[in-house]
């Protein structure tokens, strides 16, 4: 048997099939969140997930009537919120926050996340510069 020219036939068939494998795409953040319309959102963390391409944390938020309703907030990489001095123990569970925020275009509970401030005002993280 000869193998002349068989291991980069096999590279080649590799690669292609590497290439139209399903993979989660990055989307871009205008694409997904309206940045034309920026408020704020106060609610008590739930839970922070630190996971990428974005971390997300999650809040509790009560609005004028009492009711309470979960929201999901985009922010950004692990990696980029490290080098900006951020860390996953700064934001535990139970602690109340305010965020600036762009809402998700498909109208969920769902937000990107630029800049987190305490109850109090003392900034926490901003995405935008050091804290």
Not at 55 to 70: K, R, S
Not at 71 to 92: A, T, V, Y
Request: negative net charge; hydrophobic residues 40%.
């Amino acid at each position: 048997m000869q193998l002349k020219g068989k291991p980069l036939f096999l590279i080649s068939i590799l690669a292609m099939l590497a290439s139209i494998a399903p993979v989660q795409a990055h989307h871009s953040l205008v694409g997904e969140f309206d940045t034309s319309i920026s408020f704020e959102l106060t609610g008590t963390i739930t839970d922070v997930e630190w996971t990428n391409p974005h971390i997300w944390l999650y809040m509790d938020v009560t609005d004028e009537n009492g009711e309470v309703a979960p929201w999901q907030c985009e922010m950004g990489s692990p990696n980029q919120l490290i080098r900006l001095g951020w860390r996953k123990q700064d934001l535990p569970p139970g602690t109340v926050i305010i965020a600036q925020a762009n809402p998700a275009r498909d109208g969920s509970n769902t937000c990107s996340t630029r800049v987190i401030t305490l109850e109090d005002g003392t900034p926490v993280f901003s995405r935008v510069g050091n804290r």
